[in-house]
Antibody, heavy 121, light 107 residues
Framework: EVQLVESGGGLAQPGRSLRLSCVGS????????MHWVRQAPGKGLEWVSG????????DYARSVKGRFTISRDNTENSLYLQMNSLTTEDTAFYYC??????????????WGQGTLVTVSS | DIQMTQSPSSLSASVGDRVTITCRAS??????LVWYQQKPGKVPKVLIY???TLQLGVPSRFSGSGSGTEFTLTISSLQPEDFATYYC?????????FGPGTKVDIK
């Protein structure tokens, strides 16, 4: 069974940093591109960042580019999101999601349960 | 960047109604579109991918159509468990933008 489990969320002050983690199991982690998606409470879904299986390609939403860094460690089946210079607008549930590996259907087929990041003074 | 819009933003419907939700892309994305259903407190669930392919296990009352810039999600006969928010998303290339969502609630 595919599972994605996020951790690392919590309360942070504006301007500070947090690092999120996501551990995958039940599939061959290094075969898949992985993504982060966030959802502010009561709001819609926002794609944040994605990373290819080999870390060669990293993409970011304009709203986080230059502040957030995505990375992965395939030996640990883990995906990370380093979030710096946090603002109140970064308050959201953060989900990690797996990109389906079957060409050309590259939608996000499995999602974790999410971890809540609250940015507040 | 390609923008995704949805209409309506919300709708009220009754059990048994036929419901149609539209998603538009500001530029063509061929059929690289997925529809998700999300219930409060839950993770998004894939309904349709490739604009029209039903995800395994999803009831056949859900269907999708369209290509290029205009797409529709149709629920042929709304059931009580279908009251939720529906999102479209493009997945051909970054940024993998979501539509703003359509909330379907009980009339």
């Amino acid at each position: 069974e595919v599972q994605l489990v996020e951790s690392g969320g919590g309360l942070a002050q504006p301007g500070r940093s947090l690092r999120l983690s996501c551990v995958g199991s039940g599939f061959t982690f290094d075969d898949y591109t992985m993504h982060w998606v966030r959802q502010a409470p009561g709001k819609g879904l926002e794609w944040v960042s994605g990373i290819s299986w080999d870390s060669d390609t990293k993409d970011y939403a304009r709203s986080v580019k230059g502040r957030f860094t995505i990375s992965r460690d395939n030996t640990e089946n883990s995906l990370y999101l380093q979030m710096n210079s946090l603002t109140t607008e970064d308050t959201a549930f953060y989900y990690c999601a797996r990109r389906n590996g079957i060409y050309p259907y590259y939608y996000f087929d499995f999602w974790g349960q999410g971890t809540l990041v609250t940015v507040s003074s | 960047d390609i923008q995704m819009t949805q209409s309506p933003s919300s709708l009220s419907a009754s059990v048994g109604d036929r419901v149609t939700i539209t998603c538009r892309a500001s530029h063509g994305i061929r059929n690289n579109l997925v529809w998700y259903q999300q219930k409060p407190g839950k993770v998004p669930k894939v309904l349709i991918y490739g604009a029209s392919t039903l995800q395994l296990g999803v009831p056949s009352r859900f269907s999708g159509s369209g290509s290029g810039t205009e797409f529709t999600l149709t629920i042929s006969s709304l059931q009580p468990e279908d009251f939720a928010t529906y999102y479209c998303q493009k997945y051909n290339s970054a940024p993998f933008t979501f539509g703003p969502g359509t909330k379907v609630d009980i009339k």
